[in-house]
């Protein structure tokens, strides 16, 4: 290791470690401070994100290399999580950075890939993604890059906005197997580390001295001392002596220190890095037996469980090697132990350890020092592990007739712990014809059951020397592992009696493969796992261009995608001056009750906590609600009205602290009442907001021609909330300023951040400056909710008088902010034979939680009819109050769950008459001429052509016939299809009124550009500046769009509703008119004219500067239609699912998408909003879940250990997305149509499309008169769909 060249020089212990090539020597006072800590806060690189700091994101991986630690001379090469990893134990390693691969001007492939692919919407996820690739580009792994490497590494990298297909396709490009497309693809052998500085494109040759200045700013000086202590034994010897000394201290002995993401029991006294210990690492063959030392990774021992399964006795290896590959995700598993695996489960019996798992079906053995015994799985469970270190654990070799498999059953395909899991072992005579006589008691191995269940033991006894062959041996079998197995129930963990039946269905997967042919083919079709067989995806795009008229039109990147892919890209969160306080609130752990007394003095004895505040210390008014809105409380006054309601803020030094801070303000409470929660709860007790509900009532008497109608149909539908799941959480910096308050504010609105920051801090709206560069994401949560946090950093910089920051923890921002409204609907419809309808009602109660100022409710009659026509509607909307935090909008907030509750009222009057959905819906489509609900009268409709040609393109007739012949071959498989049309009306005059302010600048005649929308990945500034350069006729490369401000858009409403980009284009139309208009009498001036030619523009621009002329604009739309609707746009979704009935994982085989956009402005913009958009809509029907506790009303659901958005194997695996050609849109801004939200409406198709799958499942089971499934509750979880799918044990046999 070279000397230190930056950082601390004091020998005081500490750590070196090499960073994008500099080397640094960390000092043993950062022991509390994580990888990315150290490089955002103390080296400035803040390339590296953060947002759920326990692994369960990526966007904080980098790259490391560090010797093996088992001493074999071998250099790792790996992606690490650096929110999981302490700086101090990379001791010795060489990390990059997203900054260390390239730059603007000289990206790496990857990094250029990214951007070429349209890898990047709001680019707060996209460093992750690039070093996730530069490690499994780089890797010390042998595997080959294939197509199939590349999906298998993308494991623990969410991007929430762009459906992860041309992310990709990005780094598909990079495959061995890929043919290349668009001449993308890179030679593996070319790729370099680095790319040279300061030549663009050449690789670094590493001959001149490239390293950056980088200061290594200092730990505060209130947080020195409170650190654990950091010990690096090298030796078993001196670690037992550390552990002897350290028994009655709480001490995290670590090695990846992942098991941190999953459970925090700190605060710690000390840190033990056993990394140097040789020993831990090791793995030898002695005899029959396998030794892994604990501290072997999971990349490692997977790799030599693969290995050895090729000599006999450890066949069964390969099998644990399969089920722990799924086992958290590549990054955790590069540096994850087995021995810290299996300690988390010691310490947590209820830890669903799929390691565990399968050690108790192979009878392993953990060996512990210092006495260094031996103990089975289960034995290992009882022993207190003070003091003690598990060493390794030992396989033995098995004889030849042993059968073993293994099976992890998730919510969703990857990064997730386990439903269930399960590890099976029998042995039997194969030559025994007919017949699998078990010789040995079998195992039958069960995780995640409850803490104390390991084995079904009565159901080994009974197997035990039985023929598994023998139906009734099965299910007799079956019925004793149903009824040993007795889940607990709890908030946060699945059904009972989801868990029983999945256990139970496994173990008959598992008995299926080893009768092999003595079962029928059709029932064979259960073995394995769903997600194991999936292919690799694919997407198609189309879309039209115009290219007479680019850069308008043209397929472009959006314009800051290379700065994003090199981590240049600065957000809000990014932002950590020097001097910078950081601010955390205090959460109730109430749910609905009176605030007694509140204790500051705990919080305040916390180093580096510097002030508390409450309520009573707001100067101004105590809301961050808009002026013309209900109050809100910032800092509850007197009583709580949800659980992790903000009852203080505390402002520290550091986030760390004034976390920790809030955590010991000491609240109590009196008056507990009883929380509601759920909507339909609120029904029941007659909560609402309002006596009565909001009535739309159309056409003629609802309630006489549903009774007057030939057929009716009822029914009830239930719709979970939905977390925006954004990747950068909120976030606000505040600086006091000699007139009030500036903000760098993480919001959509910066209006009504000026409104809440006076009004709270008691200054004028003129003192409050707001600046928004971008977003990490926004999806509706940054709308109001941002005020909460901008209210709190403005309040804290007024009293304390220095800057303020908060970037909320993604548990505080899941726990005490808003989310989707949850909804109970009931429905009627009366209908003629046809399918015609001639009525329908809907009772709609939506949980708007503790306030109701976001109501999705203002614009939903817009959407309730879809596209349907009925002569009469009634519908009342309740508000209903909950004990929830106040909910919010959310991408297409309303008209997701409109679409939904309408297409579910079309589905049930379809299923009910036996037909096909789609035809009963096109009878009854909107026809031009006909007036909406809304009022809008219909012109220029689509809805029927885009549903015609999608169904031809879709080959949805063809396909329908496939899916009946697959499932009358799969027993326990099913295929469903469904399709969703889309009519979406655009509302430009609900206030959606927006600025522009264009600049030309002389001397060049660049041109500068702000606009009153915010970019939060919706690409509204590659289409304002492809519209500027448009206009202009200049190149798109002259034009830059500048951070939004409060000043030069003052009065902007907020960026939402997808309508936005189109007004924002408008604005900045009408500024390039003007400017024009100024500018065109100049090119006739003798001196431009006495050049003989066409001056150029620069020429004009410098003329004009010398004549005097402004060369700025302003421009400000507030768009006004006589309708409610400016226009329609349309859609129509198919999508095909296939499901496995035994376990509930499905997965979309197919989806095809067609949209109207008009004359797309930027038809890769808005092809990957409706790729988002479809991914976002596929997480809310499918795996997204939040649930509340009953007593309390906590939220149960707010890490990413819980709540789970899809992840890039979770979209469909082929996934064709078309805009719609040749549609000009006569009112549209450039002829183009809105995109963003639209296309999220029609995803609710995979729930029908699961719906004819499971209703396929129950008419296998009962016949034709089979009781189908009409009501749904969504999510549709593997949970719920294997559930409704009510398969019993008597239908688990061999045979029909
Ligand atoms: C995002 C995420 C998802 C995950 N998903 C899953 C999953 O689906 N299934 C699953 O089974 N696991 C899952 N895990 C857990 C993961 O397998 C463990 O975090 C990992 O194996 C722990 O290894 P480690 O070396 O990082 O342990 P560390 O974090 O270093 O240590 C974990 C604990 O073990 C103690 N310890 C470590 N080694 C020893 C030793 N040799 N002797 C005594 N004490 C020791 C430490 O004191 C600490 O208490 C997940 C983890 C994360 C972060
Ligand atoms: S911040 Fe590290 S994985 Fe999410
Ligand atoms: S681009 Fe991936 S989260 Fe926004």
Known sequence: MSPPVNGETTQDGGVSVTINGNDFRVPDSFAATTLATFLRVHLGLTGTKVMCREGGCGVCTVHAEFP????????????????????????????????????????????????????????????????????????????????????????????????????????????????????????????????????????????????????????????????????????????YKLASSLKDQNVYYLVGHTGIGVYDDGPYDALVDMKGIKDLFGQKKSGNSLYIGAGVSYTDFIHTFRKEAASAGFEYLEQIADMV???????????????????????????????????VAVDARIHIGPDNKAFSPEEFLAVDLKGKIVLAMELKAMDGKQFFRTYKVMPRVQNSHAYVNGAFRVKFDAAQKGKRVLQDKPAISLGNIHAKFIRAKQTEVFLTGK???????????????????????????????????????????????????????????????????????????????????????????????????????????????????????????????????????????????????????????????PRRQEREELLAEKKVEFHYQPVALVVAVTKEAAEEGAKHVKVEYMDIQPVITTARQAFKKKLFFEDKPEEVVDGGDADKAIEKAARKVSGELELSAQFHFHMETQCSVAYPTEQGIDLDAGTQWPDGIQDCVSQVCGIDKNGVNVTVKRLGGG????????????????????????????????????????????????????????????????????????????????????????AYKSPAWKINLWKCKTNTPPNTHCRAPGSTEATYIMESIMEHVALSLNKVPIEVKQLNFYKDGDKALNGSKQISLRVTEVTEQLLKEAQFEERKKVVEEFNSKHRWRKRGLAVVPLRYPAQWSLGFNYSCLVAVYHNGGTIAVTHGGIEMGQGINTKVAQVVAYEMGVDLSMVKVHATQAIASAN?????????????????????????????????????????????????????????????????????????????????????????????????????????????????????????????????????????????????????WKYKPPMAKDIPIDFRVKLLHNAPNPVGVMRSKLVAEPPLNMTCSVVYALRDAINAARIEQSGKDAKRVFQLVTPVTPERAQMFCGTDIRQLRYQA
């Open 325 to 359: 590959n799924k086992t958290a995700h590549e990054s955790v598993r590069n540096v994850g132990s087995c021995g810290g695996n299996l300690v988390m489960k010691n310490l947590h019996q209820e830890f669903p350890s799929d390691l565990f798992t399968c050690l």
């Open 1052 to 1200: 902007s409403f907020t960026t939402g509703g997808s309508i936005t980009s189109e007004i924002a284009c408008w604005a900045a139309i009408d500024c390039c008119k003007e400017l024009k208009k100024r500018i065109e009498p100049v090119k006739k001036h003798d001196k431009l004219r006495a050049l003989g030619r066409e001056p150029e523009w620069k020429e004009v621009i410098e003329e004009c500067y010398d004549k005097g002329i402004d060369l700025s604009a302003r421009a400000w739309i507030a768009p006004k239609t006589k309708e409610p609707s400016a226009y329609y746009t349309n859609g129509c979704t198919c999508t095909e699912v296939e499901l496995d009935t035994l376990t509930g994982e499905y997965q979309v085989n197919r989806l095809d998408v067609l949209y109207d956009c008009g004359e797309s402005m930027s038809p890769f913009v808005d092809i990957g909003q409706v790729e988002g958009a479809i991914v976002m809509g596929l997480g809310y029907w499918l795996t997204e879940e939040i649930k509340y506790d009953e007593e309390n009303g906590a939220n149960g659901y707010y890490s990413t």
């Open 467 to 625: 023929d598994l062959a023998d139906v009734s041996v099965l299910q007799e079998a079956l019925s004793i592992m149903y009824d040993e197995i007795q889940p607990e129930a709890k908030l946060d963990e699945a059904d009972p009696e989801y868990k029983k039946t999945l256990a139970v269905n496994l173990f008959y997967k598992f008995a299926l493969e080893v009768v092999g042919d003595l079962a029928d083919s059709r029932f064979q079709s259960a073995i394995g796992l769903l997600p194991d067989k999936r292919p690799i995806s694919s997407g198609q795009q189309d879309f039209p261009t115009q290219e007479e008229n680019w850069p308008l039109t043209k397929p472009i990147p959006k314009i800051e995608s290379l700065i994003q892919s090199t981590g240049e890209a600065t957000y809000v969160s990014d932002i950590d001056h020097e001097g910078v306080l950081h601010a955390a609130f205090a959460l109730s752990t109430e749910g609905n009750a009176t605030i007694f007394k509140i204790d500051k003095a705990p919080a305040l004895a916390i180093p580096g906590v510097l002030a508390v505040f409450t309520a009573e210390d707001i100067p101004g008014t105590n809301s961050y609600a």
């Open 68 to 239: 093996d630690p088992s001493g074999s001379g071998k250099i790792f090469k790996r992606s690490i999580n650096s929110c999981l990893t302490p700086i101090l134990s990379c001791n010795g390693w060489k990390i990059i950075t997203v900054e260390g691969l390239g730059n603007q001007a000289a990206p790496h492939p990857i990094q250029k890939a990214m951007a070429d692919y349209y890898g990047t919407q709001c680019g707060y996820c996209t460093p992750g993604w690039v070093m996730n690739m530069y490690s499994t580009l780089n890797s010390d792994s042998d595997v080959k890059l294939t197509k199939k490497r590349i999906e298998d590494a993308t494991d623990g990298n969410i991007c929430r906005c762009t459906g992860f297909r041309p992310i990709l396709d990005a780094f598909k490009s990079f495959a061995k197997d890929d043919a290349c497309k668009d001449g993308l693809g890179v030679d593996l052998e070319d790729l370099p580390d680095k790319m040279c500085h300061k030549t663009p494109g050449k690789k670094c040759s590493g001959k001149c001295d490239h390293k950056t200045v980088v200061r290594m700013r200092r730990l505060p000086a209130e947080v020195q001392d409170d650190v654990p202590a950091y010990h690096k034994p090298s030796s078993l010897d001196e670690l």
């Open 779 to 866: 999806f509706g949560a940054k709308i109001s909710r941002n005020n909460i946090i901008s209210s709190a950093v403005a309040l804290a910089a007024l009293l304390v008088k220095r800057p303020v920051k908060m970037h909320m923890s993604l548990w505080d921002n899941m726990k005490s902010i808003g989310k989707r409204s949850p909804y109970y609907v009931t429905y009627e419809a009366g209908f003629e034979e046809s399918g015609k309808l001639l009525g329908v009602k809907m009772d709609l109660y939506g949980a708007h939680g503790a306030q109701k100022n976001d109501s999705p409710y203002r614009e939903i009659k817009g959407w309730l009819d879809n």
